[in-house]
């Protein structure tokens, strides 16, 4: 399980900001924020698989998947 710690250390070892992040997985910049306080309202907050697993893709550049037989679509990289 990806703990509230381990989620901020990915989103900063990527450079992210929390809205960045949280454009890059198509959620809220508030959901980045519970996943790095690991609560709301006092209440634990899980890191879903499918979130946990949208970080690893983006860690390898993964922008979009879009099938098996579709080229994926990679990450920008600055200056390139």
Known sequence: MME???FKKWRKSLGLSQK????LLGLKR???QYYEKGERDGE????????????YAISDGV?????PHRKI???AKDGG
């Open 63 to 67: 922008s979009d998947y879009n099938g």
């Open 20 to 23: 960045d992040a949280a454009n």
């Open 44 to 55: 634990k907050v899980p890191i879903p698989r499918s979130v946990r697993l949208a970080c």
């Open 73 to 75: 679509s990679r990450i």
């Open 4 to 6: 509230p710690g381990d």
């Open 30 to 32: 508030r959901m980045i």
